[in-house]
Structure formats: C-alpha cells, structure tokens
Nanobody, 121 residues
Framework: QVQLVESGGGLAQTGGSLSLSCTASTRVFSIYNMGWYRQAPGKVREVVATISRVGATHYANFVKGRFTISRDDAQKKVDLQMNSLKPEDTAVYYC???????????????WGQGTQVTVSS
C-alpha cells in the first residue's frame, strides 16, 4: 500500500505564506493525479488544487492566484505553495494520490494523514 507523508503545516499570519509537501512511499505505483484537499471545522472536505500526470492543473476559485501546485514524478512528490493566506484558509489539508498499483494492476486512491494549517489575523 502506498503511504503518503505530509509536511509543512503550521501557523501563519494573514498575508503570509506556507509550503506543503507530500511524498509517496517507494512502492511501485503508476501515479495519475495528485492533489490537495482541505476540511475546515464543520465543513465537508473540498478540493484545493489538483495536477494531472501531464501537468494540467486545476484550482478552486478561492485559491486562484494565491496557491500553486507542483509535482515531481521522480520523487513521487506533490507540493502546494500557499501565498497571501487568509483566515478562511484555516483547515486540515490532505494530500491525495491515485493511480495504478503496479503490483496488483488495481486502481488505488490514497490519502495523507492531514496537516493543520492555521491562519491568524
């Protein structure tokens, strides 16, 4: 099973920046899409940004122009650079990776453990 390790969460002030990183385990896995999702208290988990295997990106409207998603297939890593942070960005951020497990030829969808991002005024 692929394991995702997240890092980079923490506390930032309004207008500040944080960088999140997510790295998949070394198990053989053909990755399709990677992305970041977030869940604020009392709310459903929502997509923040995704990036396809060919580099096509999608951003939620509320982060466009502020966040940047990137991936490194060699390192099996997806990053999220967050700038111009707002208090409403406060949430638990989850890394997501899906694709085909090369050992079983089965589609798989994996989630990170979540990392807290808190933005104060």
């Amino acid at each position: 099973q692929v394991q995702l390790v997240e890092s980079g969460g923490g506390l930032a002030q309004t207008g500040g920046s944080l960088s999140l990183s997510c790295t998949a385990s070394t198990r053989v896995f053909s990755i399709y899409n990677m992305g970041w999702y977030r869940q604020a208290p009392g709310k459903v988990r929502e997509v923040v940004a995704t990036i396809s295997r060919v580099g096509a990106t999608h951003y939620a409207n509320f982060v466009k122009g502020r966040f940047t998603i990137s991936r490194d297939d060699a390192q099996k890593k997806v990053d999220l650079q967050m700038n111009s942070l707002k208090p409403e960005d406060t949430a638990v951020y989850y890394c997501n990776v899906n694709g085909i497990d090369d050992g079983t030829d089965q589609f798989a969808d994996y989630w990170g453990q979540g990392t807290q991002v808190t933005v104060s005024s």
